[in-house]
């Protein structure tokens, strides 16, 4: 099941003493465009490279433009294993 996280809990958890790692699923032209500060861009079309290089015991939240690429990756890596990872919704 994929847990959902809000805006408003990520700005929180943003501010906090243990920030997440934050990854924007999107285009490098849509990150260009817009994105949340300190996002990691790592396009979904390649997740299975960018996988391996991520911790699977870090808290991180995926985010897209509207959640459905995000829901996507973040389904794929928790069928590898990731047990802290949020889909923002």
């Known amino acids: 099941m994929i847990a959902d996280i809000t805006p408003q809990q990520l700005a929180e958890k943003l501010q906090g003493?243990?920030?997440p790692l934050v990854i924007d699923v999107r285009e490098p032209?849509?990150?260009a465009?817009?994105?949340i500060e300190g996002a990691q861009l790592e396009?979904?079309?390649q997740i299975v490279v960018w996988a391996k290089?991520?911790?699977p015991e870090a808290e991180m939240v995926l985010y897209c433009h509207v959640g459905e690429r995000?829901?996507?990756a973040t389904a794929y890596l928790q069928n590898l294993g990731f047990k802290r990872v949020l889909n923002l919704a």
Do not use: D, F, I, V
């Open 17 to 19: 003493p243990n920030p």
């Open 29 to 31: 032209y849509e990150y």
């Open 70 to 72: 995000s829901a996507m």
């Open 53 to 55: 290089t991520l911790n």
């Open 43 to 45: 396009p979904l079309g």
């Open 33 to 35: 465009y817009s994105r």
